[in-house]
């Protein structure tokens, strides 16, 4: 093995070590993992240090992602998802098992602007498990739900284990940003179609109820107080509509702004952007008053940005000295000499990506073995956009594996003991998930390209 693999391997190793066994801070885990990358490029190291360090301060990922974490605190700040999960009840809560299609849907629609899976089990957990309860869901299978749906947080963009994956020298030189928005849509709504019909199944199966009639406002009531709420999905309609399509080839072809200018906007930059506008001014009336409310705001929102800020920085720093000591080549070439079948190697990677998300969150995990996958399937010829958004769904396990986040918030709101819910979300959930994740490395289930 080349110089670049063993250092991958170290990298890998420390991370593991660093959060598994000492329980810091992940980002402190990418520093040291960093330095290590560096001691490995030999007398290469003090040349690239300011160069790789300067790739990972200045990359255009950063500012998105830290701007995606203050909309999706705006958002939860002003209850603007609350509303929104009314209206969804309203249309869907009288059906058998509504409450646990509320949370489905609901739980799809927040991933869309908060990649956070225990974010995501809090803000629509606290609303429909109660709905679940009075509807008959026993305690653990509401919180197996919950849990399992918070997966979405990882899959449908914006999230972080995208804009860490993006970061990776390779994938951004193979995979576009808008390219990758749109088939992580598309693998978005397979999910949602899977967790759809686990709801069905277990509905039939425990003869679960609709929600309370008491529970479900008109549909006119929660639309009227609700539907400005739905205006914060144009942040990211708008920035589609001028990146693709028809308007997209018009402003191509026009001379005052032509293909360069086109190129040169960046799609995952201007989403937070409009979204973040958006939602001022819909959630205006519901924003923090006065300076101190506003301080109180920072406060308490701060630690989002320090845990994910250096692990973004550092992640894509150690990318760019691999990337310079030869990664790409030597990996292929190491994976090539295994002469493993594209089908074993995809099985392989979700099984290693799986095991790893049970003590660590998505993000960690995809930031410590993304890049090694992504080399590994695209080495036996697994398209490039397609070796990404296989990585992720494989990752997105995190919420329905033994020692995640968002169980512990589900089942601390179900009153349930969180050992429970793991069997329901095994077979529920994280061997279905790995089946499809497999059949779209494949191509079996299609993802435009």
Not at 5 to 26: D, P
């Given at each position: 093995m080349g110089t670049a693999v063993w250092a991958l391997l170290s990298f890998i190793a420390i991370v593991l070590f660093w959060a598994i066994f000492t329980k810091r801070n992940i980002g402190e885990a990418m520093i040291l993992g960093f330095v290590v990358t560096l001691v490995f490029s030999g007398s290469q190291a003090f040349e690239l240090f300011l160069p790789s360090l300067m790739k990972g301060l200045t990359h255009s990922v950063v500012f998105a992602s830290l701007a995606f974490i203050f909309m999706a605190q705006l958002i939860n700040y002003t209850g603007l998802i609350g509303r929104i999960i009314q209206i969804l009840n309203s249309l869907i809560g009288r059906l058998p098992?509504?409450?646990?299609?509320?949370?489905?849907?609901?739980?799809?629609?927040?991933?869309?602007?908060?990649?956070?899976g225990s974010g995501i089990a809090a803000t629509t957990g606290s609303i429909t498990i109660p709905w679940m309860e009075r509807s008959g869901w026993r305690k653990?299978?509401?919180?197996?739900?919950?849990?399992?749906?918070?997966?979405?947080?990882?899959?449908?963009?914006?999230n972080s284990t995208m804009f860490i994956m993006l970061g990776?020298?390779?994938?951004?030189?193979?995979?576009?940003?808008?390219?990758?928005?749109?088939?992580?849509?598309?693998?978005?709504?397979?999910?949602?179609?899977?967790?759809?019909v686990v709801v069905f199944i277990m509905t039939k199966k425990y003869n679960i109820q609709s929600v309370h009639p008491n529970l479900i406002q008109p549909i006119g009531k929660s639309f009227s107080e609700g539907w400005t709420s739905l205006l914060i999905f144009l942040g990211i309609i708008l920035p589609l509509i001028i990146h693709f399509g028809p308007l997209a080839k018009w402003y191509a072809s026009v001379e005052s702004v032509g293909e360069t200018a086109m190129n040169a906007m960046s799609f995952i930059v201007w989403v937070p952007v409009f979204?973040?506008?958006?939602?001022?001014?819909?959630?205006?009336?519901?924003?923090?008053?006065?300076?101190?409310?506003?301080?109180?705001?920072?406060?308490?929102?701060?630690?989002?940005?320090?845990?994910?800020?250096?692990?973004?920085?550092?992640?894509?720093?150690?990318?760019?000295?691999?990337?310079?000591?030869?990664?790409?080549?030597?990996?292929?070439?190491?994976?090539m000499s295994f002469a493993v079948p594209k089908w074993l190697m995809i099985a392989i990677v979700g099984i290693i990506?799986?095991?790893?998300?049970?003590?660590?969150?998505?993000s960690a995990t995809i930031a410590t073995i993304g890049l090694a996958s992504f080399g590994a399937l695209t080495a036996v010829g697994v398209d490039p956009l397609l070796a990404v958004v296989t990585i992720m769904m494989f990752g997105?396990?995190?919420?329905?594996?033994?020692?995640?986040?968002?169980?512990?918030?589900a089942t601390g709101m179900a009153r349930?003991?969180?050992?429970?819910?793991?069997?329901?979300?095994?077979?529920?959930?994280?061997?279905?998930?790995?089946?499809?994740?497999?059949?779209?490395?494949?191509?079996?289930?299609?993802?435009p390209l």
């Amino acid at each position: 093995m080349g110089t670049a693999v063993w250092a991958l391997l170290s990298f890998i190793a420390i991370v593991l070590f660093w959060a598994i066994f000492t329980k810091r801070n992940i980002g402190e885990a990418m520093i040291l993992g960093f330095v290590v990358t560096l001691v490995f490029s030999g007398s290469q190291a003090f040349e690239l240090f300011l160069p790789s360090l300067m790739k990972g301060l200045t990359h255009s990922v950063v500012f998105a992602s830290l701007a995606f974490i203050f909309m999706a605190q705006l958002i939860n700040y002003t209850g603007l998802i609350g509303r929104i999960i009314q209206i969804l009840n309203s249309l869907i809560g009288r059906l058998p098992g509504g409450a646990a299609y509320v949370n489905t849907f609901g739980s799809g629609l927040f991933a869309l602007v908060a990649g956070s899976g225990s974010g995501i089990a809090a803000t629509t957990g606290s609303i429909t498990i109660p709905w679940m309860e009075r509807s008959g869901w026993r305690k653990e299978h509401a919180a197996s739900i919950v849990a399992g749906n918070s997966g979405f947080g990882s899959i449908i963009p914006p999230n972080s284990t995208m804009f860490i994956m993006l970061g990776f020298t390779p994938v951004a030189a193979t995979v576009g940003q808008g390219d990758l928005f749109i088939a992580l849509y598309i693998a978005g709504l397979y999910a949602l179609i899977h967790r759809v019909v686990v709801v069905f199944i277990m509905t039939k199966k425990y003869n679960i109820q609709s929600v309370h009639p008491n529970l479900i406002q008109p549909i006119g009531k929660s639309f009227s107080e609700g539907w400005t709420s739905l205006l914060i999905f144009l942040g990211i309609i708008l920035p589609l509509i001028i990146h693709f399509g028809p308007l997209a080839k018009w402003y191509a072809s026009v001379e005052s702004v032509g293909e360069t200018a086109m190129n040169a906007m960046s799609f995952i930059v201007w989403v937070p952007v409009f979204m973040i506008v958006f939602t001022l001014i819909v959630g205006r009336n519901h924003l923090p008053k006065g300076k101190s409310q506003w301080v109180k705001f920072f406060e308490d929102t701060a630690p989002s940005y320090y845990v994910i800020g250096p692990v973004l920085i550092f992640t894509f720093a150690t990318s760019a000295v691999l990337n310079e000591i030869g990664l790409t080549e030597q990996l292929q070439t190491l994976m090539m000499s295994f002469a493993v079948p594209k089908w074993l190697m995809i099985a392989i990677v979700g099984i290693i990506i799986t095991l790893v998300a049970t003590p660590l969150a998505t993000s960690a995990t995809i930031a410590t073995i993304g890049l090694a996958s992504f080399g590994a399937l695209t080495a036996v010829g697994v398209d490039p956009l397609l070796a990404v958004v296989t990585i992720m769904m494989f990752g997105a396990t995190e919420g329905s594996t033994p020692t995640s986040g968002p169980i512990y918030v589900a089942t601390g709101m179900a009153r349930v003991g969180p050992e429970k819910t793991y069997v329901p979300l095994l077979i529920y959930y994280t061997i279905p998930l790995m089946i499809i994740s497999w059949l779209i490395g494949m191509g079996i289930i299609p993802i435009p390209l």
